[in-house]
């Protein structure tokens, strides 16, 4: 079977590859119009040979009569409409066509065909005896795909073969090994296939799964295309002052291609790379071609990166590293990537042959995918999806319904996607509505001991860090007062024990004004350095100089507004996700019809064996979802305009939304991209909005107006309509859209509007 891993990797090329052909982002089989044109005649092909077949109209007494064969014959031998043309279709090798027309025609024949159309005996049986009457393999799965293609599928032997070699299969064949074991494994690839694809696309058929795999060989075929080409132009381009790359090739020999001349301005070093796997330019190895312009030298070499010390290192004798080839030859150091290894040199005046710059170029791919083959397989390194399998969202939500807490499913896959974005997260909304309770649930669900986590009230006296971390005492120097709330204890131990979770609630936490007892940990939270609470040396009690916040700890604060409360500062807001709490009045109803006492102490300790994975999961950084370029479009869209309002966003929040929309399709696979841009929105762009109406109110209605499918009459069509339907077919965002409807009505009626409500 095919590893998860290459499936991704494959799958990466295989959007790029279509968004190269249709002009635009690759969102599902059925919106490609490079799919319908080159790949979909094959329900064109499966409609009229049912039709030509027309099965329900046979009768026994039709057998022997050749009526059932000519049927067959004509399915087999079905046209399709191209261009107004009707034209023979490819799923049939021609001379397989004209082969089965020479066939003779007997009782037995059409018995058979009979039996297996009008489904009287078993496929595994009929497949066997199709074969002994000399069928080809091609023409027997056909039959097989006409019968059924929800169940089986076309196949052409030799392409095949070569698709599943390029996917890691090497112990399977179809080429002369016709029989029914053989055909049902070639068919049971092709469901995992299947079910790879439809977590990206729900609605992908059986059918798609094939023209998937069909045109991955297509890609490689271009791929396979000297880039000897790619190479001329690059170094042509390399002599001009364009900057652009999208003309280049995005894949090659099974790694992705990335191409520089610079950002911003002209690069003193062009360069090519080819990763494959977690590596990048930043953090990695890589072959790449490196253009050194001032000798006129082109290297391809064993690359290395500068940004970030690589995990993985390259394998090669007699290593000779850039720098000591420069000063060799020109006795100086190059300008950039002297630690990288040289593999060839090239005179850019005098390059060799074509073949000799692609024999070069492949050779030194098949020692990196080598290397980071045997890498994964020594580290049995898994994608997340599979690392995952150990947290279980849906074993959370069952253990708060037996404790009696109530939340939507929906809610808590929000609440837990965005603790793994980033570990301070704030709770708003309405009092009472259980955002304490949640965190403190997940807290004791978690953890296997209650020194993991402590629940603060956050006082109204607090006007600095000493509640949090303590203090200094003035008058025994060698003593550091700790705080009474153990707050400090409690991220002494997270950094002692990163292999736990530990958990920070603050309850009320603007009963106070924020910034003065929380800005220390607002200011580490990005630098990642550490609080200094001492000078070094000077104490001696157990309490470090300096205080560092680790990654398994996880902040969580809980917010009223009210008459006694504060407002938070766009700093604040632009560093959390903000999660709002409301209750709907079928939750109140459900709520009221199984009202029972809450009992916390049997959360205690359940979901302690999913510690390792979530944690995992938390520390992974990656931001590149799924429709990864779809998502880029909308968020430049939101940017643009707010801009023009001066509401836009800065890089963390972008870079937070693309990893919190990934971890939300990681646990819930069913959430579609605009249900998590939606959730994205409603958690990282709308909490920093606040104001007056003459300065909130035109950018509320400029995202109300994003929230449609259609521009109209934001105002008139949605604001000024109380009861207007926020789960109707023309909402792109609808959990979005409703939240900006009650802040502009706030705004028009107050003149005031925020995202925290009272």
């Known amino acids: ?58 009768k026994k007494e039709d057998i022997g009569s050749g009526a059932i064969f000519e049927a067959v014959n004509a399915a087999v031998h079905t046209k399709i409409n191209v261009g107004g043309k009707a034209v023979d279709h490819n799923l049939i090798d021609w001379r397989v066509k004209d ?171 062009p360069w090519i790379s080819f990763l494959k796997g977690d590596n990048t330019t930043s953090k990695g190895i890589y072959p790449v071609y490196l253009y050194y312009k001032e000798v006129e030298r082109l290297i391809l070499a064993y690359g290395i990166s500068e940004t970030n010390t690589p995990k993985l290192s390259w394998d090669v004798p007699d290593k000779k590293t850039i720098k000591e080839f420069y000063q060799l030859n020109f006795a100086k150091d190059p300008f950039r990537y002297g630690a990288s290894y040289v593999y060839k040199v090239y005179d850019v005046n005098h390059l060799p042959s074509s073949e000799s710059i692609n024999e070069d170029l492949n050779q030194i791919i098949d020692q990196y995918h080598r290397i ?60 009472g509505s259980g955002k304490t309770k949640l965190a403190q649930a997940f807290a004791q669900w978690i953890c296997e001991d209650e020194s993991q986590y402590k629940l603060i009230p956050v006082g109204a006296d607090w006007t600095n860090r000493e509640p949090l971390l303590g203090y200094p005492n003035a008058l025994k120097p060698e003593e550091y007062v700790k705080p009474d709330s153990g707050v400090l204890e ?66 969580i604060g809980t917010v009223n507004i009210d008459e006694t409360t504060n407002m938070f500062s766009p700093k604040v807001l632009d560093r959390a996700n903000t999660i709002e709490f409301r209750v709907t009045m079928k939750e109140m109803q459900t709520f009221l019809n199984g009202a029972s006492e809450v009992n916390m102490d049997a959360l205690t300790g359940k979901g302690a064996a999913s510690t390792k994975s979530f944690l995992k999961m938390a520390s992974n950084q990656l931001s590149n979802p799924e429709d990864i370029d779809f998502i880029r479009e909308t968020l430049i869209k939101f940017f643009g305009e707010l801009k023009k309002t001066g509401a836009e966003f800065g890089y963390r929040s972008a870079l937070e939304i693309l990893r919190l929309i990934h971890h939300l399709s990681v646990l819930d696979q069913s959430l579609g991209t605009n249900e998590m841009i939606d959730i994205a929105i409603m958690q990282k762009l709308l909490p920093k909005l606040h104001g ?39 909402v792109l965002y609808p959990l979005s859209l409703e939240k900006i409807t009650r802040m502009h009505r706030g705004a028009v009626e107050n003149g005031f509007a925020s995202f925290a409500e009272a």
């Open 372 to 431: 980071i083959d045997n890498s994964e397989d020594i580290n049995d390194k898994e994608p997340e999806q599979n690392i995952q399998l150990n947290f279980k969202t849906r074993s959370f939500i069952e253990a708060l319904d037996k404790c009696g807490l109530q939340y939507s499913n929906k809610l808590i896959t929000r609440f837990i996607a965005s603790l793994l974005t980033k570990p301070f997260l704030i709770f708003t909304g309405l009092s």
């Open 99 to 269: 082969q089965f027309r020479q066939y003779s025609v007997d009782r037995q024949t059409e018995q058979l065909l009979f039996d297996f159309f009008k489904n009287e005996r078993q496929d595994s049986e009929c497949f066997e005896m199709f074969h002994k009457e000399g069928l080809p393999y091609q023409l027997i799965a056909f039959l097989y795909f006409i019968k059924d293609n929800t169940k089986y599928l076309p196949i052409s032997q030799k392409a095949f073969d070569d698709i599943f070699r390029k996917l890691g299969i090497s112990d399977f064949k179809t080429s002369g090994n016709a029989s029914w074991e053989n055909y049902s494994t070639f068919i049971t690839i092709l469901k995992q296939v299947k079910d790879f694809i439809n977590k990206k696309d729900p609605e992908a058929t059986f059918i798609d799964a094939h023209s998937f795999l069909w045109i991955l060989q297509q890609i490689d075929m271009e791929e396979s295309i000297s880039f000897y080409q790619q190479l001329i132009m690059f170094l042509k381009q390399a002599k001009t002052d364009n900057l652009k790359t999208n003309h280049y090739v995005s894949h090659y020999q099974g790694t992705k291609v990335k191409v520089s001349f610079g950002i911003g301005g002209k690069a003193k070093i």
């Open 1 to 58: 079977m095919i590893k998860p891993n290459i499936l991704e990797e494959k799958y990466s090329a295989f959007s790029e590859f279509i968004k190269s052909k249709d002009g635009k982002p690759f969102v599902a089989f059925s919106k490609s119009p490079y799919i319908n044109e080159e790949e979909n005649y094959k329900y064109d092909v499966y409609s009229n040979a049912i039709q030509a077949l027309g099965v329900d109209k046979w």
């Open 490 to 555: 409690l991220i002494i131990q997270a950094n002692n024990r990163p292999e736990l979770p530990h958990f920070l609630i603050l309850d009320e936490m603007n009963l106070s004004i924020v910034e003065r007892y929380f800005a220390d940990f607002l200011s580490v939270m990005e630098s990642k350095k550490e609080i200094p609470l001492f000078p070094e040396g000077s104490v001696n009690n157990g309490v470090p100089a300096k205080l560092g916040i680790p990654q398994n700890l996880f902040i």
């Open 692 to 730: 007056s109406r003459r300065k909130i109110c035109p950018v509320l209605e400029t995202l109300g107006g994003f929230c449609l499918k259609e521009n109209g009459n934001i105002i008139k069509d949605v604001f000024d309509k109380p009861e207007f339907d926020f789960e109707a077919p023309e």
